[in-house]
């Protein structure tokens, strides 16, 4: 079973209906009995940092997401905020985040381009990762985000992403994955990566 995690923060419906569209079938949930039960755990999010990390707090997931994450190695897919939620901080706020990543979320620093950096951009690889598996010709992802994520560990980078300067645009430890883009946006490419996230993890 695929579950949404539905914590107040996300675009789950679209992601669903993507899904859907490419025969994959998943749940949008915040129950702690329907996350037990997940093969595959995806956690969406628009917004900000503190917000999520309250919402996910007050609705008592961040122990079963650990339980799962952490111990029993289920793939995890963090999307957008959702990427940055498992980062240690961010400067958008002052609450921990889920710190299975070691990286901080960090504001874009230049003036000179606009922020949020919003709209279609490419990705270079940096490290090979099934989730991007038959994904060729510079693939363009959709982009909303004034934040992005910090690695301090090169090899829990995918890809990166020009804006202005290089940012970390995807990353992946084990069993957590994360995007800062929008697959569900993102038309035949999002389709193909969220099937390679479904298909091999």
């Known amino acids: 079973m695929i579950v949404l995690i539905n914590y107040g ?84 706020g002052s609450l921990p985040g889920l710190g299975w990543i070691d990286a901080q979320t960090i504001k874009f620093n230049h003036s000179e381009l606009k922020i949020p950096h919003m709209g279609w951009n490419t990705i270079t690889v940096y490290k090979q990762s099934a989730l991007f598996r038959e994904i060729y010709q510079e693939p363009k992802f959709y982009f909303v985000h004034s934040y992005h994520v910090m690695c301090s560990n090169e090899n829990d980078i995918l890809t990166k992403t020009f804006y202005g300067y290089e940012f970390v645009s995807s990353i992946q430890q084990e069993n957590i994955i994360g995007v800062q883009f929008h697959p569900e946006k993102s038309h035949k490419y999002g389709m193909k990566l969220l099937k390679n996230f479904v298909e091999n993890f």
């Open 9 to 92: 923060m996300g675009n789950n419906g679209s992601i669903l209906n993507m899904l859907k569209k490419i025969g994959i079938d998943a749940i949008i949930s915040s129950h702690v009995d329907d996350i037990k039960k997940a093969h595959k755990l995806i956690l969406p999010g628009v917004g900000a940092f503190d917000n999520g990390m309250k919402n996910l707090n007050n609705l008592d997931l961040t122990p079963i997401l650990h339980e799962k994450v952490m111990r029993d190695k289920t793939p995890i897919l963090g999307i957008c905020l959702g990427m940055q939620l498992l980062t240690q901080k961010s400067e958008e």
